[in-house]
């Protein structure tokens, strides 16, 4: 698990592969765990990890959205909507959704929290199961296909975490 501090935020990422029965419920369960921290200002935000490039890619996007929200330059009414935003690259809500939006099924899950406790992830796995970050490694086919990246964009970058790091960072100066 990656834990980070960017500009007084104190920032988690941990992967999982869960299974999700009902959505809803989840996101009902998240909103409770959330609004229980005592900082009362915990965001959780989870993301299929399939379009993740990796933690750097997470870790920037969440930066991205941060920034936006100090700057009042927001996309979404939501700090865990604007890392989606961010992190798919995707000026649309509803496309970000679509590449990064969980669903019901089987499938690897990527978890930013912001200012939570430090045992957040613990609660989580309450209802994802235990954690397994090595799902927020790049799979460099799926990513290819999800965001329609040449080899050679990923050669000239140098590799697929810096290309979607690029395009994290240009929807910065696009929005």
Known sequence: MGQYTFMNHEIQIVGFKGEINDTNELMGYIRDISSECNSGKCIIQLLQ???IAG???ILQATFQAIKAFERNNNTAKDMGLEICVRASSQRQISRALKILGIG???MDICMVAVD???NIQNQVEK???RRHDEV???DVDALQELYEISPQEITSAG????VMIERTALLSLEI
């Open 136 to 138: 927020l490694q790049a």
């Open 159 to 162: 590799n697929i975490e810096r």
């Open 104 to 106: 019901k099924g089987k």
């Open 127 to 129: 209802v994802l199961g």
């Open 116 to 118: 939570c406790e430090e």
């Open 49 to 51: 990890a399939r379009g």
């Open 55 to 57: 933690e750097k890619h």
